[in-house]
């Protein structure tokens, strides 16, 4: 059952001279296995080889060749399901879906229609603003990938790549649960860090290892159900987003005009930005589905099932609720550290042994912040986890101020380096000698008696001598040992 | 002494052990009356060259004794198995020139072994056929005539180029393939012995696809123990195949000569069909008291589904043969006709490749498939394929294997069926019963009927136990003393 009775936030709602629409959307996921080898062949996956360099005599479907199903794949696709708190079939099985095209050398395509590895599942979608949704998982079921049609190299002729043709998919459907591109784009978000938490796909969208179907209709908000339409293969979230839009402001637009969606599969222009027909239902091909007599059923011991269960790593949600609950993070913060596994695992490594709260604003302000400015990945950053890890523990233990200690960030990231030695080399070296800070205040008091003696009537200026103490102590001494000792010497 | 291609396969190898003879010898033997036998259209390539190459190898590792089971043994090859370097055509035009460049599992198996491949054997055109008229390089014709007539016969189908070369003595053995009978039918029309192994007991790796449910590659040959010997050689797991069975080979030539004491032989009722001649009803009755006269406990036993067979049959082989052949488009190998777009270049390519037969079936299959008839036809086929399948478990439990007769009828004449499909298709009312379940089943040669032509006993046995088969084949054709020939005419 899907949730056909939520109704959207009504920020979402489509407002227009008529009154109000919600939208309704369905996503197809294509994820593809983070495999060395297709699902039925030996051939390699590897993206940019190439054109036709990994093509095995099966996968170029050579009379008598039969497909031999690689048991990695199957395992990945348990996995991802159990990711997703799917029901995993332990009876599953493989399907022909035939239809004839030049990039399909079987003439069908061998996928799992009517006894998927994957059943039912639920995920639970944040929205970067506290509020989470949960989406209806349909299914998940794998297949194999067609090679590619190059339509743009000769005027008259269509050339073939078959280096993708087997590469293993895996189809992750939803319940039609989402009501907004913002939501959509959630879901994608939460199902790409998902795989990537798993290795069961690398999520690239850029290279097309997801990419998403999207099902659109409209509706009045809480009215009936509208008729939808499919737009195939969009790759990023951002056309993701825009199809959406744009594919719902278009059916709206019929609907006003008085006329009637038709149920039909739409291509999303990436220059435009809009949809326009790929085949209506009229021209929808007749895949004459039946089971690939050619293997044998998938069938999984509950022993096998047990092992890969106790194989998994720590997922999203659970590592959340261990950051909230043990490391005493915010909600959002803990949200923010644990959407991507790297992410993750880079706080992991700055907070063991530190204060995790401090790390934790450490990662989120400095490290993401910066990562953020100069559009650098998590993985190319030029600061180790190691050495963060090292100017946190540095600030716990006071030997450096948290002003110093993004002195000592910036220096790592244009020249490197190892920070505490940085801070020992330069002095960055917090001053908490008492009598070399007392020092540096008498000759700031002996120098500005008149600041002095207005401090009494207005303690809001002793701020002026905590600055003056920075500049002459460049930044080093201690602000706590400084606030004391001017104090003591200007209030008492 | 007769010459060396009237031997049997076990009788060669003796005398290649014996040293009475060399492989280049009896290799040579067979090219020889292979060339004398253009009439019989049995073979589509003659590999000569190789074969002698292959004999020499092999004289040369019988010379330091390290010699495999079938070591220097000619043998003819259906042209539905992909032989590397050598063309290979599924009897159809569509493929073309296609050499493939890879080799076939069961074939690879025999020439592991030391056999000689002496060519590729005509066949019905992707093995669609039980009169091998449907071939697009011609009919075989069977080297058997009725007395005194000078008609040509059809050697059944679809391996009728591997029954054809066997009974005319232009190899040892051959190897073919069975899909609803299309071996154990050829051998009945040629006086051969034939086996259809249990689904899985040989890989299908390499054998250029029908319907992989059903299909399954399996030996003909002049005798049941060179079956066996054949056999042996051909089967083994494979994990290339997905559904080949990971099993141990028995030595199924040691069955053959086993004692039947005590064994129960079951005769199914259903079996006697209307209509059926009553010559075939005599074999049969032979067969019966020849098994008895063995020690074996006869049982009339029931298989209630069988009429339900041969159209179950119809609906799951060309639902599987029009996806299987959907790879045949014209794009990477074979016959290419270029039309105006890319769905006339599929049309013109397929409707210039295929021949009449082949296109029924892919049309036949596509409908059974499509949105709307799938539950009526396929599904349901399937639920009398569970059903047939059951019926023989329940029979197992009452007897040890079943004996019926191979075919309806001896070989008839060329063109007598070829328009009328569904007269073909009767053809293989015995024999399909087994392939849906997935059972072994031999036909060995019982007698001439009055016309002289050979008539077929099929014995079918429980899966993985062609040993069974092997043994009541055996003593069917020691009982029988087969051991007509067909007259010389060619």
Known sequence: MFTAERVADKSDWITTETGDWEIIIGLEIHAQVA??????????????AEPNTQVSLVDAAMPGLLPVLNEYCV??????????????????????????YPDLPQGYQISQLYHPIVGEGEMLVELGDGEAITVGI????????????????????????????????????SKPDMRSAREAAAYVRKLRALVRYLGTCDGDMEKGNLRADVNVSVRRPGG??????????????????????????????????????????????????????????????DYRYFPDPDLLPVKLSKEWLDNVAADLPELPDEKKIRYVKDFGLSDYDASVLVSDREKAAYYEEVADGNDKKLAANWVLNEVFGKLNKENVEI???PVSSAANKAIVGMISDDVISGKIAKQVFEICWTEGGEPTAIVEERGLKQVTDTG??????????AANPDQAAKVKDKPKTLGWFVGQVMQASKGKANPQAVNKLLREKLLD | MSALNDLTLAGALKGLAAKDFSSRELTQAHLDAMGAAGQLNAYLVTTAERALTMADASDARRANAKTGPLDGIPLGIKDLFCTKGVRTTAGSKILGDFTPPYESTVSANLWRDGAVMLGKLNMDE???????????????????????????????????GSAAAVAANLCLGATATDTGGSIRQPASFTGTVGVKPTYGRCSRYGIVAFASSLDQAGPITRTVEDA?????????????????????????????????????????????????????????????DWLRAEGCEIVDVSLPHTQYALPAYYIIAPAEASSNLARYDGMRYGVRVDGADLTETYEKSRGAGFGEEVRRRIMIGAYVLSAGFYDAYYIRAQKVRARIAEDFNAVFTQCDALLTPTAPSAAFGINAKFNDPIKMYLNDIFTVTANLAGLPGISVPASLDSSGLPLGLQVIGKAMDEETCFAVGGALERAAGFNAKPGKWW
């Open chain 1, 35 to 48: 495999s060395k080898a297709k699902l039925f062949s030996g051939a390699a996956t590897e993206y940019g």
């Open chain 1, 75 to 100: 395992e990945q696709a348990v996995r991802t399901g159990m990711g997703m708190k799917a029901q995993i079939n332990a009876f599953s099985r493989f399907d022909r879906k035939n239809y004839f």
């Open chain 1, 138 to 173: 349909e299914r998940l079921h794998l297949e194999q990938d067609a090679g590619k049609s190059i339509h743009d190299l000769d005027p008259n002729a269509t050339y073939v790549d078959l280096n993708r043709c087997g590469v293993a998919l895996m189809e992750i459907v």
């Open chain 1, 224 to 285: 009936d159900l509208g008729t939808r339409c499919e737009i195939k293969n969009l790759n990023s979230m951002r056309f993701i987003q825009h199809a959406i839009e744009y594919e719902a402001r278009r059916q709206i637009e019929i609907l006003e005009d008085g006329g009637e969606i038709d149920q039909e599969t739409r291509l999303y222009n990436t220059d435009t930005g809009e949809t326009r027909t790929m085949r209506s239902k009229e021209d929808a091909h």
């Open chain 1, 379 to 381: 993985n190319d950053c």
């Open chain 1, 436 to 445: 070399a800070i007392e020092a540096m205040i008498d000759d700031i008091i």
């Open chain 2, 126 to 160: 992707f093995a669609m056929g039980s009169s091998n008229e449907n071939s697009a390089f011609g009919p075989v014709v069977n080297p058997w005539r009725a007395n005194g007539e000078t008609q040509a016969l059809v050697p059944g189908g679809s391996s009728g």
């Open chain 2, 228 to 288: 066996a010997i054949m056999l042996r050689s051909m089967s083994g797991y494979d994990p290339k195949d997905s559904t080949s069975i990971n099993a141990d080979v028995p030595d199924f030539a040691a069955a053959c000569t086993r004692s039947l004491k005590g064994l129960r032989i079951g005769i199914p009722k259903e079996y006697r069909v209307e209509g059926m001649p009553a010559e075939i009803e005599k074999i049969w009755a032979d067969g019966i």
